[in-house]
């Protein structure tokens, strides 16, 4: 496991010593099988976005912590909205969900027109090879392999999210404390959710 995997790791133990969650407790609330909640734990299994949904919650997991865990935050939580997983994270503008879904959706307008999909690949996994083996990288080459397969909408929602992850500029300045990767994440989830 990675540095960021394995803070993840103590952070799940943390959260159930604190809420005072047994493996069978948290497992059985979660609907997910006692053994997995222990590989998790044991570090023999990365935990995958599917288990974090499931799990976090129960943890009280919000866009921190699945940033540490690489991977998009989750679209719709228990009774929890994108725009208040926004509104979490200080210092982000009310509007910016709004600006942010304006602007994914003219990416995907500007792929249908006629982008170079193959470049925007090959850049994307040039990106790729830069940024190590991480949970969020995963996420990123599924949306690689989307965009190469060229499966008509979710082939374009791959690109467009890619295209603003690449992005020099984008809405949130990545070295913005707390929340630089959150709209990258939240792209990445709206073309996660698209590519099903």
Partial sequence: MTGGESDLVELIRARMRAEGWS???????AGVHPSAVSRVLNRRRLPTWRWLARVGPLLGFGPREWALAGMPVPARGPGTSLEDQLRLAAGLPPDLLDRLRQ?????????RAGCDRAALARRARAALDR??????RRRLE???QQLEAGRGEAAVAAGAALRYWLLEADLV?????????LDDALVVAWAEAEGR
Wanted: net charge negative.
């Fill in 23 to 29: 493996v069978r407790a948290l497992a059985r609330a």
């Fill in 103 to 111: 602007e994914y959706e003219r990416l995907k307008t500007e792929l």
């Fill in 142 to 144: 599924g949306l690689v």
């Fill in 131 to 136: 940024a190590g083996d991480t949970g969020w």
């Fill in 173 to 181: 300045p990545d070295d913005h404390i707390p929340g630089g990767f």
